[in-house]
């Protein structure tokens, strides 16, 4: 099962995508997450995607299909993945199709988890991070059971160094001019899922679950 899914700045893909992948054991593939690692190792691209990052804008379309193909081609993705923050503008999105194409993978569904942005900002403030495994945690909704330590690898929790209101605004922005339209390019291509994300996370999830059931009919999970 091959699932995108988009939607504004703190909306809960990750969140939502972290999960979902456990549950059908496929791939969480989040380019924000691929490059958070890189600017933590150093690299050339981390570097140059950090700019970027920081100011709220897009990291350039040449860099960010090159990262996304050489990951959907190694084996684990052979049965699908849940791709998290990627595409964000039409001309990803024709690029992903096209990479698609040479792997004979299919998109199956296009999900868009979309919330007040007033409710979204509020969230951004109490996100951490695994600083060792990028896991998600909310202070008040979605806390880890002892402060600031990842209940999966014990790593140290911290702030993202976009998650300020003027970085997010930005990324808001962007979100309406850039990502939008992409929209336009896949109704009617894929069948699109438009989820209401300001619910509870358990509640969202269950949406989710319930329109990939419907859609790719699938019995047991
Ligand atoms: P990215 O990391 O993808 O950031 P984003 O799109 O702004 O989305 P977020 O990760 O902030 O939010 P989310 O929807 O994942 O929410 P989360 O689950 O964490 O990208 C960062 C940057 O990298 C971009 O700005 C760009 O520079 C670059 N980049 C990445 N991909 C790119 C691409 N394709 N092209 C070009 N550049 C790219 O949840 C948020 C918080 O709310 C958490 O604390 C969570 O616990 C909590 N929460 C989640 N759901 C709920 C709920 N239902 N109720 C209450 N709290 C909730
Ligand atoms: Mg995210
Ligand atoms: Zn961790």
Do not use: W
């Amino acid at each position: 099962m091959f699932v995108i899914i988009m939607g504004p700045p703190c909306a809960g893909k990750g969140t939502q995508a972290e999960r979902l992948a456990k549950e059908f054991a496929l791939p969480h593939i989040s380019t924000g997450d691929i490059f958070r690692s890189a600017v933590k190792e150093g690299t050339e691209m981390g570097k140059k995607a950090k700019e970027y990052m920081d100011k709220g804008h897009l990291v350039p379309d040449e860099i960010v299909v090159g990262i996304v193909k050489e990951r959907l081609s190694r084996p684990d993705c052979k049965e699908g993945a849940f791709l998290d923050g990627f595409p964000r503008t039409v001309n990803q999105a024709e690029a992903l199709d096209e990479v698609l194409r040479e792997l004979d993978m299919k998109i199956d569904a296009v999900i868009c988890i979309d919330a007040d942005e007033d409710a979204l900002i509020a969230r951004l403030t109490g996100r951490r991070v695994c600083r060792n495994c990028g896991a998600t945690y909310h202070i008040r909704f979605n806390p880890p059971q002892v402060r600031n330590i990842c209940d999966h690898c014990s790593g140290e929790l911290y702030q993202r160094s976009d998650d300020s209101i003027d970085t997010v605004k930005e990324r808001f922005a962007i979100y309406k001019k850039q990502t939008l339209p992409m929209f336009d390019y896949y109704r009617g291509k894929y069948p699109v899922i438009n989820i209401n994300g300001s619910k509870q996370i358990d509640e969202v999830y269950d949406a989710v679950i319930s329109s990939l059931k419907d859609i790719c009919k699938l019995k047991e999970f």
